[in-house]
């Protein structure tokens, strides 16, 4: 199952990583703990809006381009077979999702479980 803060998380840390930033820069900029918001990148804390604000705004950005981002990621998820399926616990821990934006009309989402096994969809 694709979790809501996992997309998340990736999209901030694909942001942040694009600008060569550290997690150290954006969190002083964003007024957040490094370590919450290694957490948030991770998918492993749940940001509020007032936060995914902060840090949006220390990298740049807009909130509704980084929510439409993740709707994007979540809506070609929903697209694949297995993707969004109910997972207990310990295989969440174990998927990971990722989208990369090659070009306007293409983005990649690679999906990889463990034991490592990638599956790549492109659209």
Do not use: F, W
């Amino acid at each position: 199952m694709v979790l809501l803060r996992r997309v998340i998380g990736d999209a901030l840390r694909a942001r942040r990583q694009g600008q060569h930033r550290t997690l150290r820069e954006v969190s002083t900029a964003a007024n957040v703990s490094l370590g919450y918001l290694s957490e948030i990148e991770r998918g492993q804390k749940e940001a509020s809006s007032e936060l995914l604000a902060a840090i949006c705004d220390a990298l740049g950005a807009r909130l509704s381009e980084l929510l439409s981002e993740v709707s994007g990621t979540l809506s070609l998820a929903e697209g694949m077979e297995g993707v969004l399926v109910p997972v207990d616990e310990e295989k969440q821990k174990a998927l990971s999702v990722s989208v990369r934006h090659e070009t306007p009309l293409k983005a990649t989402l690679r999906t990889t479980r463990k034991p490592k096994r990638d599956v790549v969809y492109a659209a």
